[in-house]
């Protein structure tokens, strides 16, 4: 397995639309593989394809306390949202910057497993969070998108700052 380089917002290739997975072969069962140690390694518990610029609709989410249930969605849809929650989120391509964003509370996901097999899952609170912005990634969003232009200019700012303090 090999760690995976985290794309940082505002990177605009955090911008693309994850295409499908057309074959799950040994090469996409390794980049989950991948996916999965980058994220612990990151202390994250959601990592999309598309935040180490493979432009594919891939995801792992690994919300356990122990970190030890990877579960990976191959071409995961939305299929259907109800409620909301307000919660605070984070994420790994933009480091540091925590910020209430409002979600559904309960969703359906419909994905393929590892074998192909297509799977429906009905996720709600933390799991239903982190599938909605996982998928944002695949959709070329990133969670600041959810915050008032205010918001998404002062963190560009931060950032900026931040990465000229660490060059």
């Known amino acids: 397995m090999a760690l995976l380089p985290i794309l940082r917002f ?9 295409r499908p ?3 799950i072969d040994a090469a996409t069962r390794q980049l989950a593989a991948d996916m999965g140690e980058t994220m612990y390694e990151a202390s994250g518990i959601g990592l999309a394809a598309t935040q180490v610029d493979v432009q594919r609709r891939l995801v792992v989410i690994d ?12 071409n995961p849809q939305l299929r259907s949202a109800e409620g909301a929650q307000t919660g ?3 994420c ?3 480091p540091g910057i925590y910020d209430k964003v409002e979600r559904a509370e309960r969703v359906t996901v419909d994905y393929l497993d590892l074998d192909g097999k297509p799977q429906s899952l009905v996720a709600e609170g933390l799991l239903a969070v982190c599938l909605q912005h996982e998928i944002d990634h695949l959709d070329g969003k990133v969670f ?14 931060k950032l900026a700052k931040q990465a000229r303090v660490t060059a």
């Open 88 to 90: 605070e989120e984070g």
């Open 144 to 157: 600041v998108d959810h915050l008032s232009q205010l918001k998404q200019s002062r963190i560009k700012a």
């Open 10 to 18: 505002p990177d605009a290739r955090l911008r693309k639309t994850a």
């Open 63 to 74: 919300i356990s306390e122990e970190r030890n249930h990877l579960r990976i969605f191959v």
């Open 92 to 94: 790994l391509t933009v």
């Open 21 to 23: 997975v057309a074959e």
